[in-house]
């Protein structure tokens, strides 16, 4: 079966130009998490379009999933996100987004897709027709599985606890792939983990407002603030194993409305990553005492408040699963590196693996033009190309998506077999 897994995709004649074109009007047309309705809507009317699957909608929120059943064998789901980004394009493209939604708090933000879901949609959308067109050569059961809510880490938990599987079968492998700044054309796995945890929590701590020009009365929260972010730079320098996996991240810092008035508040907005549960804690732990140290040596008047925000596991790739999939992928694809170094990005796909003990393997999907990243490579300066949540961050429509497409129906048949 393997051998055959590329006469198998050779023989459909897939136009990729409706796809090109619903992928410029998912781009154009982004929306913010949990508000993913319309979105929704276009996906699950391209699925009704196809007449091959049976189609289940909001899924915690606007979740959906397409199942075709194709005879005995494996049950194999394949995931793609469907929410956007509070950032203001600049890629200048003509497809380009200048949407605006109101967030969770009422406010009016611009809204991208900078992360590559409209990519992972159109894929999984052109995979989809693909695999049903070619229902000869394969048996089992499929799934296509539309996510909102990655970007806050919630999407995949609440699609689990809303019933999604006793809506649809429960799945022997969940597979999924992400557009990142890599060359496009190239796809990169791991067994093992490849995708950090993270954590965000929001810090508020508090001090004595006042006049500007009497500091002496009061108890500054800005100042106390600006310490505890300088300390807290400390902790993967100085208390995490250098062998291991550790990121702090100071995301926001607000205090204060005007120049001359010291606020009664500040707020921190922090994220930090790891892959070891114990390294986790001790991060956590360390924040934890800086923060209420820092507050101590200030004088603040009421203890911090410490807000959770988020929260993502690490992804980790089954070892059996991901040397199937990879095996399928050196065999098929022109450019596969099956041991692509981790990333401290993360992503909540897991979940839906996890809650049910399943197999899960995942997988990295370059975007990056070939001559725009062949040039940055040969000038040493990769890192200034724009990577995923930049407001100019571009995938090259194709070979991205060809190779996408092909990766998600390799992927599938490696175990849907006859």
């Not at 890192?383 to 100019?392: D, F, G, K, V």
């Amino acid at each position: 079966m393997t051998q055959g897994l590329s006469d198998i995709l050779k023989g459909v004649d897939l136009d990729l130009t409706p796809y090109e074109n619903l992928y410029k009007y998912f781009h154009a047309n982004p929306e913010l998490s949990l508000q993913e309705e319309a979105t929704s809507q276009k996906v699950a009317a391209h699925l009704s379009g196809l007449k091959a699957y049976e189609i289940h909608t909001n899924i915690g929120g606007f979740g959906l999933a397409g199942v075709l059943r194709n005879g005995p064998g494996k049950t194999v789901l394949l995931r793609a996100d469907m929410d956007a980004l509070p950032v203001k394009e600049l890629t200048g493209l003509p497809y380009a987004s200048s949407v605006t939604m109101r967030d969770a708090d009422g406010n009016e933000k611009p809204v991208m897709h900078a992360c590559g879901h409209d990519m992972h949609m159109t894929c999984l959308l052109a995979a989809a027709e693909t695999l049903a067109n070619t229902q000869h050569a394969w048996s089992g059961t499929l799934i296509v599985l539309f996510q909102p809510n990655e970007e806050r880490g919630g999407g995949a938990q609440a699609m689990v606890n809303d019933g999604l599987y006793s809506k649809v079968p429960v799945p022997d492998y969940v597979l999924g792939q992400h557009v990142m700044r890599m060359r496009a054309g190239k796809v990169g796995s791991r067994p093992g983990t490849i995708m950090a945890a993270a954590d965000s929590l929001k810090i508020t701590v508090y001090g004595r407002g006042g006049h500007g020009s009497l500091p002496h009365q009061t108890v500054d929260p800005a100042l106390l603030a600006a310490h505890i972010v300088v300390r807290l730079q400390g902790i993967v320098s100085r208390e995490v194993d250098p062998t291991d996996l550790g990121v702090v991240t100071v995301g926001s810092l607000q205090a204060g409305q005007t120049e001359n008035i010291i606020a009664d508040r500040a707020e921190i907005g922090l994220d930090f990553r790891t892959v070891k549960l114990e390294t986790r804690q001790k991060i956590f732990s360390a924040i934890q005492r800086i923060v209420e140290a820092e507050c101590m040596a200030s004088g603040s008047p009421k203890p911090p408040v410490f807000t959770p925000t988020r929260r993502f596991p690490p992804t980790n790739n089954d070892n059996d699963a991901a040397s199937q999939v990879a095996k399928s992928f050196e065999q098929h694809l022109d450019d596969f590196d099956g041991d692509t170094p981790r990333s401290n990005v993360s992503e909540d796909v897991s979940t839906l693996a996890t809650c049910k003990d399943i197999p899960c393997c995942f997988w990295f999907l370059g975007g990056i033009d070939a001559q725009v990243w062949d040039k940055a490579e040969e000038e040493g300066n990769q890192t200034e190309i724009p990577s995923n949540h930049s407001a100019l961050f571009a995938p090259a429509i194709q070979p991205t998506m060809e190779v996408g497409i092909k990766s998600l129906c390799l992927a599938a048949l490696t175990f849907l077999k006859r």
